[in-house]
């Protein structure tokens, strides 16, 4: 084993150097940044250290609005989106007939682009000059009043901004779990049958724990994928996304750089700083509940 260290480390390196070039230097210049008071891209120069752009940045009403759309749409989209893809898949396995037709009817919105998606959603749910569209006529045609979703109430706008949410990330979570059930042995459900074990009984203790790690993947990729949503919102509600209340952290720092009143990196530096700090967070604490829950 000695003799092959040497080796071991030589195919290693080429990982190691771009996880350093571009990941480990990277957040260590935002770190600095993020204390460097004033800075100018221009001249390189600042004119203090200290934690002032933290202060501004966790005071600022922009990016508070932004904390708080992105906490909603983490905490709804990642519970909702995992359960209904678990469902679904569940349901396709038990689908003998056409089952790989159904994959990829599901598989459909994870290859189609972004903005696509948005447009579809957008003559949905915004209301035109020729009718309200296509979810208010339901809705009126129920009895009910129509309601602005893309420039209308704050919760009707964070409504569609989760369902859409939901609807981008459920088709790899359902190839995801669709392949993880179907690895299960099938001897473990042949003799929970011998037993007349009932069906809702075999999935609580024979397939959720056998696909418990997929969960936990998917729950930890869900998490950090939702707290970078920026394209989503984009998107749905255009680029100034302050105006309409539906920014997100990434969507703030992207905006402190290149926004219309963009040009402060110590202030993106902090933000983008703040962000990794709550996902660092909020992973540590699933590592920890994995523990009892994941069985590999």
Not at 14 to 25: D, E, H, K, Q, T
Not at 28 to 57: K, M, P, R, T, W
Not at 224 to 245: C, M, P, R, W
Request: net charge neutral.
């Amino acid at each position: 084993m000695e003799k092959n260290n040497p080796k071991a480390w030589l195919y290693l390196l080429p990982a190691i150097l771009f996880i350093g070039v571009f990941m480990i230097y990277p957040l260590i210049d935002v770190l600095i940044y993020s204390f460097e008071e004033g800075f100018n891209f221009a001249s390189q120069s600042y004119f203090g250290v200290g934690f002032y752009n933290y202060n501004y940045v966790l005071r600022d009403p922009f990016f508070l609005q932004a904390i708080k759309n992105t906490l909603i749409l983490v905490f709804i989209t990642v519970p909702v989106s995992t359960a209904l893809s678990l469902l679904i898949s569940v349901g396709l396995s038990s689908i003998k007939k056409l089952r790989n037709l159904f994959q990829t009817v599901y598989f459909l919105p994870y290859v189609t682009n972004t903005l696509a998606v948005g447009l579809v959603f957008m003559i949905l749910f915004k209301p035109t000059v020729y009718n309200d569209g296509l979810v208010n006529m339901v809705i009126e045609a129920f009895g009910g009043q129509a309601v602005d979703f893309i420039d209308g109430p704050y919760w009707a706008k964070m409504l569609v901004l989760c369902l859409y949410t939901v609807w981008v990330v459920m088709p790899f979570k359902i190839l995801i779990f669709t392949s993880a059930i179907a690895s299960v042995p099938q001897t473990y459900y042949d003799a929970a049958r011998i037993d007349n074990t009932t069906s809702l009984r075999m999935f609580s203790r024979i397939t959720l724990p056998m696909i418990s790690p997929s969960i936990f993947y998917l729950v930890i990729t869900g998490f950090i994928g939702a707290f970078k949503a920026y394209s989503d919102a984009v998107a749905l509600f255009g680029t100034n996304l302050n105006a309409s209340e539906m920014n997100t952290i990434v969507g703030y720092v992207y905006d402190m750089l290149y926004g219309d009143g963009g040009g402060y990196p110590s202030f993106a530096s902090a933000a983008a700083i703040i962000l990794f700090a709550i996902v660092l967070t909020i992973t540590c604490i699933n590592l920890i509940v994995s523990k009892k829950r994941v069985h590999y």
